[in-house]
């Protein structure tokens, strides 16, 4: 609709409005446009990997990566004697969302690509997750988060492999 006032008013929005065809996959995925991927390990996932194996699943994946951007950053811990110590802020790469009968969220399978020189840092966030994944699922009393972690050593096949399995592991069964 603003679009077409804008044309109205004689202005140029050609510029404004991605060509569809090189975003057919926006009913599944693009929540803000453009992207703006760390690395050729997020673009090849995300391109190569996820959105084939989502496609003909009632799923939707977002890229979360852009701290900019993004609201959806995880505040990480590390556990000091009888307390918890924080040790910075996590903003996943992807998040892939079921929704539920009345279109809420319900599942969310959060997605970490890592380069090689990057793995050693993200050490402690990565030990933090499973203590997120566990409370946060115990306050909804149900299965409604899970984590996959891909490093660049794997093949891109054994990503995929894995991204499947968690698919179908955590949406499916």
Not at 17 to 44: A, C, M, N, Q, W
Not at 93 to 99: C, E, G, K, V
Not at 146 to 155: G, N, P, Q, R, V
Request: with cysteine; aromatic share 14%.
């Amino acid at each position: 609709k603003k679009l077409e006032e804008l044309k109205a008013l004689g202005i140029d929005t050609s510029t404004l409005v991605p060509k569809k065809e090189l975003y057919s996959e926006r009913e599944k995925t693009y929540h803000y446009l453009p992207y703006h991927f760390d690395s050729g390990l997020e673009i090849e996932y995300f391109k190569e990997s996820i959105l084939p194996l989502v496609k003909d699943k009632n799923l939707e994946v977002y890229f979360n990566g852009d701290d900019t951007l993004t609201e959806f950053i995880i505040d990480c811990f590390r556990q000091k004697g009888k307390g918890w110590e924080k040790i910075g802020k996590y903003v996943p790469d992807f998040l892939l969302i079921s929704r539920n009968a009345d279109n809420e969220i319900h599942k969310v399978i959060i997605i970490e690509t890592k380069g090689e020189g990057f793995a050693a840092k993200f050490t402690e966030k990565r030990e933090f997750m499973k203590t997120f994944i566990q409370k946060n699922n115990e306050k909804f009393d149900y299965p409604r988060f899970d984590f996959l972690y891909l490093e660049e050593t794997l093949s891109k096949e054994e990503r995929e492999r894995r991204t499947l399995e968690a698919i179908e592991t955590f949406f499916i069964n």
